[in-house]
């Protein structure tokens, strides 16, 4: 199927800190799925490296004290539009991120201290319709090929 992925996933070094979070999967992933990279904070407009942010509510803010939000919100529409572009029904993105996380995220506080609740880009998918997957939900992404017999 056609997945859109968190870019840092599939091995882009888009994380705040420049490095990537690539899956040790990653192979079998693009054997069985398309996958479309997606990083919302990079499409909004962000630096690689730059300064970590966590939600705040409906704000995102960054360890210095800045309003990121807009940024967030200029890359989700991006990532939607991909999503409406290439028909992604699924994706799969990178937990407790302040845009892709899933069900959990960080608190807002920088302590490392996780809460529930969705980062704005998964948010916004999920109100579109579309799956959202962890990383740690992955063997439901590559372990769901149909078996095949060989006579
Ligand atoms: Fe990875 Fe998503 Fe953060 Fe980009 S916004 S670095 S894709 S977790």
Same mark, same amino acid.
């Given at each position: 199927m056609r997945l859109l992925v968190s870019a840092c996933l599939l091995g882009v070094g888009c994380r705040y800190d420049g490095q990537s979070n690539q899956l040790?999967?990653?192979?079998q992933l693009l054997k069985q799925h398309t996958c479309i990279p997606v990083c919302?904070?990079?499409?909004?407009?962000?630096?690689?490296? *730059?300064?970590? !942010? =966590?939600?705040?509510?409906n704000r995102v803010v960054t360890r210095d004290g800045d309003d990121v939000t807009e940024a967030?919100? *200029?890359?989700? !529409? =991006?990532v939607?539009?991909?999503?409406?572009?290439?028909?992604c029904r699924a994706a799969l993105l990178k937990e407790r991120s302040p845009s892709c996380g899933s069900g959990q995220i960080y608190d807002g506080t920088f302590t490392k201290t996780l809460?529930?609740?969705d980062g704005l880009t998964a948010q916004?998918?999920?109100?579109?319709?579309i799956t959202v997957y962890g990383e740690s939900q992955?063997?439901?992404?590559?372990?769901?090929?149909?078996?095949f017999f060989s006579i």
């Open positions: 040790p999967q990653l192979e919302a904070e990079l499409f909004g407009g962000l630096p690689t490296p *730059r300064v970590p !942010a =966590e939600r705040q509510g967030f919100v *200029r890359g989700t !529409a =991006e939607l539009r991909l999503a409406d572009l290439y028909h809460t529930l609740g916004m998918l999920k109100k579109h319709g992955i063997e439901e992404l590559i372990g769901s090929r149909p078996f």
